[in-house]
């Protein structure tokens, strides 16, 4: 069955960098769109980027415009979340999520067709 595992989250001081990573299994990983999602305590979830098949184009939330970058290597079967000049409202866990119809309409608001674990991401002031 395909499985997503994220890896890299951890405790990181204000203006610090983490890259989170998501590894897929169990699926041609290349048509797939792939997003990065985060929830924060007491939050809902929200869209954080997307990317297309190819890795040709990218999305992102304003909130994190400019300091993350989403990038995909389907050679390896990963998607990439390097984030930079982290700051405190960005602790959350951090999810990968994917959808076959390349559908980022549905992406972006939740309905995808697989999910990771999630990962924690905690930003110290």
């Known amino acids: 069955q395909v499985q997503l595992v994220e890896s890299g989250g951890g405790l990181v001081q204000a203006g610090g960098s983490l890259r989170l990573s998501c590894a897929a299994s169990g699926c041609t990983f290349g048509n797939y769109v792939m997003g990065w999602f985060r929830q924060a305590p007491g939050k809902e979830r929200e869209l954080v980027a997307d990317i297309t098949r190819s890795g040709g184009r990218t999305y992102y939330a304003d909130s994190v415009k400019g300091r993350f970058t989403i990038s995909r290597d389907n050679a390896k079967n990963t998607a990439y979340l390097q984030m930079n000049s982290l700051k405190p409202e960005a602790t959350a866990v951090y999810y990968c999520?994917?959808?076959?119809?390349?559908?980022?309409?549905?992406?972006?608001?939740?309905?995808?067709?697989?999910w990771g674990q999630g990962t924690q991401v905690t930003v110290s002031s």
């Open positions: 999520a994917n959808r076959s119809d390349g559908s980022f309409w549905y992406l972006r608001r939740g309905e995808c067709d697989y």
